[in-house]
T-cell receptor, first 115, second 112 residues
Framework: DTAVSQTPKYLVTQMGNDKSIKCEQNLGHDTMYWYKQDSKKFLKIMFSYNNKELIINETVPNRFSPKSPDKAHLNLHINSLELGDSAVYFCASSQDFGMSNQPQHFGDGTRLSIL | DQQVKQNSPSLSVQEGRISILNCDYT??????FLWYKKYPAEGPTFLISISSIKDKNEDGRFTVFLNKSAKHLSLHIVPSQPGDSAVYFCAASASNTGKLIFGQGTTLQVKP
């Protein structure tokens, strides 16, 4: 059983388009995250939700809007895509927020390519 | 400002020998450190962790060492196996932030 699943795995689109990436976890976790891995391979946190509430919002352009319809889902919508948005986006979840000793579980990533 | 650094982008070792992956950090507020392993086209998978109140944690072939005074941690894999070939990410968190800060990863290649 896949614990954290993201769709789509690959996304190729034109600059200026709007796209969404979906994430679901079946671990019963309360906290979910979105990370971006850029061309230099750094994994950087973008957002975190705990029980559907936004708790971490890093300095991300407001073209990026996360939505959590329930605690098992955290979707990422991106408006007016730019070339610099090309990256791999990872969804993750953990049991609770702020508990350092609880590892985060990651999905397999969505590779977004902007033409 | 990169708070977690893995200065070796790659490491190659012979099967059966020890692999040592290093990580340095700058933020003294970090109280928990984790290592993740990542295969191509997959997400990072949790490997082992250590609390700042300890200096060593061992799990099978994997041992993590923490030197707080030097703000340095290392992952030892012994004996190394070809299946260990992957990218290894060091990560750190401070309990008051709930955020994981990752290093840029080290690619380990274990040769048969």
């Amino acid at each position: 059983d896949t614990a954290v699943s993201q769709t789509p795995k690959y996304l190729v689109t034109q600059m200026g388009n709007d796209k969404s990436i979906k994430c679901e976890q079946n671990l019963g976790h309360d906290t979910m995250y979105w990370y971006k891995q850029d061309s230099k391979k750094f994994l950087k946190i973008m957002f975190s939700y705990n029980n559907k509430e936004l708790i971490i919002n890093e300095t991300v352009p407001n073209r990026f809007s996360p939505k959590s319809p329930d605690k098992a889902h955290l979707n990422l919508h991106i408006n007016s895509l730019e070339l610099g948005d090309s990256a791999v986006y990872f969804c993750a979840s953990s049991q609770d927020f702020g508990m350092s000793n609880q590892p985060q579980h990651f999905g397999d990533g969505t590779r977004l390519s902007i033409l | 400002d990169q708070q977690v650094k893995q200065n070796s982008p790659s490491l190659s070792v012979q099967e059966g020998r020890i692999s040592i992956l290093n990580c340095d950090y700058t933020n003294s507020m970090f109280d928990y450190f984790l290592w993740y392993k990542k295969y191509p086209a997959e997400g990072p998978t949790f490997l082992i962790s250590i609390s700042s109140i300890k200096d060593k944690n061992e799990d099978g072939r994997f041992t993590v060492f923490l030197n707080k005074s030097a703000k340095h941690l290392s992952l030892h894999i012994v004996p190394s196996q070809p299946g260990d070939s992957a990218v290894y990410f060091c990560a750190a968190s401070a309990s008051n932030t709930g955020k994981l800060i990752f290093g840029q990863g080290t690619t380990l290649q274990v040769k048969p």
